[in-house]
């Protein structure tokens, strides 16, 4: 039977356990007491998945992930949620994150990605998926870059990554960099050459748009229209845990743009869901929904 997805991600599944500590960075102690650790579903590809879901669109994620107590975690949290779930085993386990969340809602994360060599998502997961899906977001694991071969000889015309932290320069990130066409990064990593990046990702490969994010700054896009500056949404309540923002903001954008809103509209829809996620506890326990983003879209002046 043939089922059209508004959204199909590809990989980027895992397991956060998340510490509140009581400041970032951690002086070195040998022992901190701290609030109750919380194992949570995390991860990019989770992200943008639940994050989607919960804005109305229809999705598929698609991953490997580990036979093992993590995996049985976010299988059930993704069912509870309602979202669609393909998945093959992974032998060496499921990906998993260690958070450390300081007072601000700053975080440090400790990755361990599970990663073998040369590892391949079976195409029975996402080659039907993707044919008639509208848009594809591929995470940056790595078995996900062999994706982008199929991507391409099926003429699947929407295709978004995110890169993350990139610096520019690690070797990793280009196959994602230069074979999708909607790019977003994050500029921690990129100080004074953030500009020359961004253009590079956009004369490097089949990039029609890039977006680099700088948290309380708001974010940068540049497209055929050149480069400029979009502001921050205001929050909607006070910073309670950073996770998770940069997944709601690609979320929102995907919406946005899936929707038929203008880039620069999209961006703003990024900008407010990624502003709700910075104010819930966890990485995706509360995406925000359809209605309060576009009532908080409509309604701008109400935010402090």
Known sequence: MKTDYDVVVIGGTGVDTTAYVPELPLPYADTYAVPPMIDRIGN?????????HALGLKVRLVD???????GRLIREHLETKGVEFAWAPAPQGTRRSVLLVGPDGRRLSLFDPRAVPDERLPGELYL?????????HVSLTDFSRHVYPDLESLGVG?????????????????D?????????LSGTALGSRRDAVMRDILDGGRATTVICTAGAEGCHVLDADGLRHVPAAPLPGPVVDGNGAG???VSGVLYGLLAGR????AVRLGGLAGAH??????????PIDEATLLRRDREPARLP
């Open 44 to 52: 990019t590809g989770s992200g943008v998945a639940l994050g989607c």
């Open 64 to 70: 490997l992930i580990g036979d093992d107590p993590q």
């Open 128 to 136: 039907a998926a993707v044919r008639d899906a509208r848009h594809v």
């Open 158 to 174: 929407s295709v978004s990554t995110d890169l993350h932290d990139w610096d520019g320069e690690n070797n990793y990130h280009r």
């Open 176 to 184: 994602f960099a230069y074979s999708s066409d909607l790019v977003f």
């Open 247 to 249: 997944d709601a903001f």
């Open 262 to 265: 203008p880039l620069d509209e």
């Open 277 to 286: 996620a910075c104010t819930a506890q966890g990485t995706h326990e509360d």
